[in-house]
């Protein structure tokens, strides 16, 4: 390789010159090899990075789908007093998304896991993570005093792998149900006849008068006290009563009747009695302290 370099001519410095401008010779054949030299690295480097980009692309893929597991979500309707919906997953990750479309409130649990969702009232909706599970039966319920045992329990069946779920029915697509309607009544009426549960005590009985006067008065007595109320199997609390039973009792009169109530309270607080659309003496209508 040869560098021509040009000599100052004498007299004042010439300007300075850009670098750019110096000028290289190179012989042919070595011009030639430094290119294919070039065109070598070029392509060796252009492979290696192609190979590299695969190689994460596919590592990032493997990784990605070997650690899914599956996740469902099921919707069940609670309401007077049933579970409904189609409670069938894969194995995996399960939530319940529970709508209470009855008049009071409801919740859900799940035995096997001891988990009890928070109480939900008429008209919301509330949701129950349960986390992984593993194919078999759970039960399902809810633990309302006295829910359960109207109806409200059913399962929740979790597959295995390669089993698949039932397939739905054409009629509203609950899985599983192949009922007619003459057996749907009877299943409903047996809910509702478990209900309320065999416990002590029956409320609001017709109260029959004390005595009956010359003049046709009929006279009532009504006891205020606290007593032991059994409101589920084994499981009392202390109900402040008329005559010891919740409901109070009934009076059932004829128009016309003239009545007579004697109050005895064996509350520890003040008590009264508010006559409803009954028309009464200002001093005897039982709103304290305004009567």
């Not at 059932?252 to 520890?268: F, H, K, S």
């Amino acid at each position: 390789m040869t560098i021509i370099d040009e000599q100052p001519v004498s007299g004042p410095a010439p300007a300075p010159r850009r670098p750019s401008s110096v000028p290289v010779r190179m012989e042919k054949g070595e011009t030639l090899g430094t290119a294919w030299i070039l065109a070598f690295v070029l392509g060796a480097m252009a492979i290696g990075m192609i190979g590299f980009v695969s190689l994460i692309i596919f590592a990032s893929s493997t990784s990605d789908s070997g650690s899914s597991v599956p996740q469902t979500t099921l919707e069940v309707n609670l309401r007077e007093f049933s579970i409904d919906g189609d409670l069938v997953a894969p194995a995996g990750e399960v939530t319940l998304v529970m709508e209470n479309t009855g008049s009071m409130d409801h919740n859900l649990g799940v035995r096997e896991l001891g988990v009890i969702s928070p109480n939900v009232g008429p008209g919301g909706t509330v949701q129950l993570a349960l986390g992984e599970l593993a194919p078999g039966t759970y039960e399902v319920f809810c633990s309302i005093a006295g829910h359960e045992a109207s109806g409200m329990v059913t399962s929740l069946t979790v597959t295995g792998e390669g089993e698949g779920t039932p397939a739905a029915s054409a009629a509203g697509g609950h899985g599983g149900i192949d009922m007619d309607f003459a057996a749907m009544d009877a299943a409903m009426m047996e809910s509702m006849l478990a209900f309320p549960a065999e416990t002590e005590g029956k409320g609001n009985p017709i109260l029959e008068p004390t005595e009956v006067r010359p003049d046709g008065t009929k006279v009532f007595d009504l006891t205020a006290e606290i007593v032991d109320w059994e409101v589920e199997p084994g499981k009392f609390v202390e109900a402040w009563t008329y005559n010891g039973v919740v409901p109070a009792p009934q009076i059932v009169l004829d128009r016309g009747d003239d009545i007579e109530v004697r109050v005895v309270n064996n509350l520890p607080l003040g008590t009264d009695i508010h006559w409803h659309g009954v028309h009464t003496p200002n001093d005897q209508d039982g709103v304290a302290p305004y009567t």
